[in-house]
């Protein structure tokens, strides 16, 4: 009776193992109508360099904050590239719909930007924030230069892992309005000033 008993728990045990919950993946990269291929039309290459951020939360695994202070790392909810690849991924795609609904010619020949993210933080049913300083280098003929600016994204977020993925990616649409913002200043000759985020 007790080797049935040790066999059922054991059979119970595996069966238990083999139902973990499935996981779910996220990417910065929000959907959107928007052509990237105006930009080249507009003959303004755009490159956003090496994103850097904090080693925290540099991992596939979702890691958000708790009220007591602490932090919980999702193991079921994960970004499908590493946080500064998608970083890198969604700015660069934001910048170029800009650049291109706008016909946006910026006066330059190429346009790069460095970001260097100090806190890429959420909590769950509260808030997503990304806080960043970036360099906006310009180049044409004409004008070689740099601006460095830093800007802070705080967007209110509903519940769930998807709500909170969708603040992060509005979050990276303010960053990338803001940049662009400060380029076509720049471009267009006016002394552009950092927005205040």
């Known amino acids: 009776?007790?080797?049935?008993?040790?066999?059922?728990?054991?059979?119970?045990?595996?069966?238990?193992?083999?139902?973990?919950?499935?996981?779910?993946?996220?990417?910065?990269?929000?959907?959107?109508?928007?052509?990237?291929?105006?930009?080249?039309?507009?003959?303004?290459?755009?490159?956003?360099?090496?994103?850097?951020?904090p080693a925290q939360v540099d991992r596939l695994e979702l890691v958000t904050r708790l009220p007591n202070g602490g932090v919980a790392i999702a193991d079921d909810e994960r970004w499908i590239a590493p946080v500064?690849?998608?970083?890198?991924?969604?700015?660069?795609?934001?910048?170029?719909?800009?650049?291109?609904?706008?016909?946006?010619?910026a006066g330059s020949d190429s346009m790069s930007v460095r970001l260097n993210v100090e806190r890429f933080e959420s909590e769950l049913s509260r808030y997503a924030l990304i806080e960043a300083s970036w360099t906006l280098h310009l180049k044409s003929p004409r004008m070689n230069v740099s601006i460095d600016c830093r800007t802070r994204a705080y967007e209110p977020v509903g519940a769930?892992?998807?709500?909170?993925?969708?603040?992060?990616?509005?979050?990276?649409?303010v960053?990338?309005?803001?940049?662009?913002?400060?380029?076509?200043?720049?471009?267009?000759?006016?002394?552009?000033?950092?927005?205040e985020s």
């Open 1 to 53: 009776m007790t080797r049935m008993r040790w066999t059922f728990v054991i059979i119970v045990s595996l069966a238990t193992g083999c139902a973990s919950a499935p996981l779910h993946f996220h990417t910065l990269v929000r959907e959107s109508g928007h052509n990237t291929s105006s930009a080249g039309e507009a003959n303004l290459r755009v490159k956003v360099d090496l994103v850097t951020v």
């Open 84 to 105: 500064a690849d998608e970083l890198q991924s969604a700015l660069s795609i934001e910048l170029l719909s800009r650049l291109g609904d706008a016909k946006h010619s």
């Open 160 to 173: 769930g892992y998807a709500e909170l993925v969708r603040g992060y990616q509005r979050a990276v649409v």
């Open 175 to 195: 960053i990338a309005n803001e940049i662009v913002t400060v380029a076509g200043e720049s471009s267009a000759g006016v002394a552009a000033n950092c927005p």
